[in-house]
């Protein structure tokens, strides 16, 4: 099937920033075919744009979804704070739940220009089962692809770790569900729809043993490694005090760094740290609105990008951003970048390439990311003729400056997940209302 799209504004987010005013996207059985502008390709199908912007679909680099249950909660708080008034509540999470959340978290996210999620599940309580499979089930029936974790904590508050330890597990229990999930879900290869990371929490909540062995399990089966790093401050003092080293230096001490890696945050990196990343080839899941919220501080994503690290967007949890929306965090990535360095630090192109290929690189897809030729079919629709645009003579500045909006169409694979601004292939009220009998349960 040939399908056409022409009659709009294309950003490729290409290595030369190839943009085509009025121009054409065409899409051949789920991969992109072309881009150009004149002359148009014959298809089975044209689709007129009407002037909407079109971009790769955005690619978010971390998350945890089952934090759609616990919106707005610990309002004042640091992250150490914070967690230790959210990790009681979520030893309430079972399969049900988890499959609620999920579908609001991609939800939101497909409805904000999202084609590819990463989830950084880590909470398994004692008995519980079925937490991955639940929102890979979630993600299928939606239509987005999937980079599901099986994240781990085994380092409880009786040990000097932070998480209480009913939601703790020891180290074999956790490589053996890795590695049945591994088998049951996970796909090799360009144009995967799910595949399975990695993950262990964070160096406050998971033993060096854990570290070490996740790191020699995910290399042996290829799979792709990812932890939270350097977040607060106190992270830093923790790790000196636990392990006396920065959370860079304990990374490097385990061998965690390299291309199959990339971290969370990543707030406060040192000079050397930046260097030692874009050496290494790791990673930065760069999450805004979060730092914001929890006053972790300003991540310095302009000298990474300088440094030449990897840097892709995460929107977080919904419990420290409240909000899934990808777009939102290109502009807040753009406006973050500015006010740490001032108003030529970041450019718009720069910020959605952040929310994009970045995104890609990120998670090791070079099939995802820019409309070129070959890649996946996989991009946004933006209608230009609401009032947020109206005046805005480049249409790309207006979208990335006006944001936050909902995507108007949304391809993955060349099957259309959100039309006219809907979900195809769910209703959103009926999410919101099953959500909604869920979260009840984690009210205090």
């Not at 008034?85 to 979520?90: G, I, K, S, T």
């Not at 990474?304 to 777009?327: F, H, M, P």
Request: charged share 25%; aromatic share 6%; proline share 4%.
């Amino acid at each position: 099937m040939r399908r056409l799209y022409a009659g709009g504004w294309i950003v490729t987010c290409d290595d030369a920033g190839t943009e085509h005013a009025s121009g054409w996207l065409l899409v051949d059985d789920g991969v992109i075919g072309a881009t150009g502008a004149g002359d148009e390709p014959e298809a089975d199908e044209r689709i007129d744009l009407g002037g909407a912007v079109v971009t790769p679909g955005l690619v978010n680099t971390h998350h945890h979804l089952y934090q759609t249950l616990t919106r707005a909660r610990a309002q004042d708080a640091d992250l150490f704070t914070w967690l230790r008034e959210l990790y009681p509540v979520w030893t309430a999470i079972d399969a049900e739940a988890e499959y609620a959340a999920a579908r609001t978290g991609l939800a939101e996210l497909a409805l904000s220009g999202c084609t590819t999620v990463f989830d950084h599940h880590y909470v398994f309580p004692r008995g519980r089962t079925g937490l991955v499979e639940a929102e890979v089930q979630a993600a299928r029936e939606l239509g987005v692809r999937i980079v599901a974790s099986r994240g781990s904590m085994d380092l409880g508050e009786s040990g000097g770790g932070l998480p209480p330890d009913e939601l703790v597990e020891d180290v074999d229990t956790v490589l053996a569900d890795t590695e049945r999930l591994m088998a049951e879900l996970h796909e090799p290869g360009p144009g995967a729809r799910a595949q399975i990371a990695v993950a262990p929490c964070s160096p406050f909540s998971v033993s060096k043993r854990l570290m070490t062995e996740s790191a020699t399990f995910a290399r042996q089966h290829g799979l792709p490694l990812h932890t939270h790093l350097a977040e607060t401050v106190e992270e830093e003092a923790y790790c000196m005090e636990l392990y006396g080293a920065t959370p860079v230096e304990y990374l490097t001490d385990l061998d965690w760094l390299g291309p199959d890696v990339w971290c969370a945050h990543c707030v406060h990196l040192s000079a050397d740290d930046t260097t030692d990343f874009a050496n290494s080839l790791t990673g930065v899941a760069h999450c805004p609105t979060s730092n914001l919220r929890l006053g972790a501080g300003f991540a310095p994503v302009r000298e990474y990008l300088d440094a030449g690290v990897r840097v892709g967007l995460g929107v977080d949890g919904s419990a420290s951003n409240e909000r899934g929306d990808l777009l939102g965090e290109v502009k807040q990535a753009l406006l973050m970048a500015r006010g740490r360095g001032g108003p030529r630090a970041m450019t718009v192109r720069e910020a959605l390439s952040l929310g994009t290929r970045g995104g890609a690189a990120v998670l090791g897809r070079d099939d995802l990311g820019s409309l070129e030729p070959g890649k996946r079919a996989d991009f946004a629709v933006w209608r230009t003729d609401g009032l947020e645009l109206g005046g805005a003579d480049d249409p790309v500045a207006g979208l990335v400056l006006s944001a936050p909006h909902r995507v108007d169409r949304l391809v993955v694979e060349g099957d259309e997940v959100v039309r006219g601004g809907a979900l195809v292939s769910a209703d959103e009220s009926e999410i919101a209302s099953a959500h909604r009998v869920q979260a009840r349960r984690f009210t205090s």
